[in-house]
């Protein structure tokens, strides 16, 4: 029990640092989300708003906050365990509803892809993940990103659950997917229409 605690806090608290916000100050000296379309405080904006290298460590920690968490539970448990479920979507959690910015945080998308990396060396979620993105950015594309995002989710969410065994894993992408669609359904973002062409 406290060994579960442990890591769904450990996961949260990794998920709660913004490193956008960091590395932007750091670096460009200022708050890297003013003035973006989506106020979001995750890489797309410290790529746009604070340079390569923002925009670089800003993904390389977030993939890095989701990855140990889920990487280092691992070391101690199985993939049996059905605390995994909890602990693959703590990280999320803590990026979208952030303890230290007064739970007003980013959309969770470099997070998620570290938690399921965090798997290695069972990657099959993590690849539907990013195969779901590129069908919908290259082959059907669906655009603007607002509904890129929740079609690859919803995609990844329902191959995870039809194709991988493992009950945690498939739990634990529900939860990531149900994570990032709460947050996307109640952002500020202005929402365009959805248009969606072949090639």
């Excluded at 670089?56 to 993939?63: R, W």
């Excluded at 079609?151 to 894993?169: D, G, H, M, P, Q």
């Excluded at 739990?171 to 996307?184: D, N, V, Y």
Aim: glycine share 10%; charged share 15%; aromatic share 14%.
């Amino acid at each position: 029990m406290i060994r579960t605690l442990f890591y769904l806090l450990a996961g949260y608290l990794s998920g709660s640092v913004l490193y956008a916000q960091i590395w932007g100050r750091l670096i460009s000296g200022k708050d890297i989300t003013e003035g973006t379309r989506d106020n979001n405080p995750g890489a797309a904006n410290a790529f746009m708003e604070g340079g390569f290298l923002c925009g670089m460590l800003t993904l390389i920690c977030d993939l890095a906050k989701g990855f140990f968490p889920v990487w280092l539970f691992l070391r101690q448990a199985d993939y049996a365990d059905f605390i995994l479920a909890l602990v693959l979507a703590a990280p999320v959690f803590g990026h979208i509803f952030p303890l230290f910015h007064h739970f007003q945080g980013g959309k969770g998308i470099a997070v998620s892809f570290g938690c399921l990396l965090g798997l290695y060396p069972f990657l099959a979620p993590a690849l539907l993940l990013a195969s779901c993105f590129i069908l919908f950015s290259t082959v059907l594309v669906i655009s603007p990103h607002y509904y890129r995002t929740l079609a690859s989710y919803a995609s990844a969410a329902l191959l995870v659950f039809l194709t991988i065994k493992i009950t945690a894993v498939r739990f634990g992408m529900i939860l990531i997917s149900g994570t990032i669609f709460s947050k996307l359904m109640t952002c500020d973002e202005k929402k365009e229409h959805c248009k969606v062409k072949l090639l």
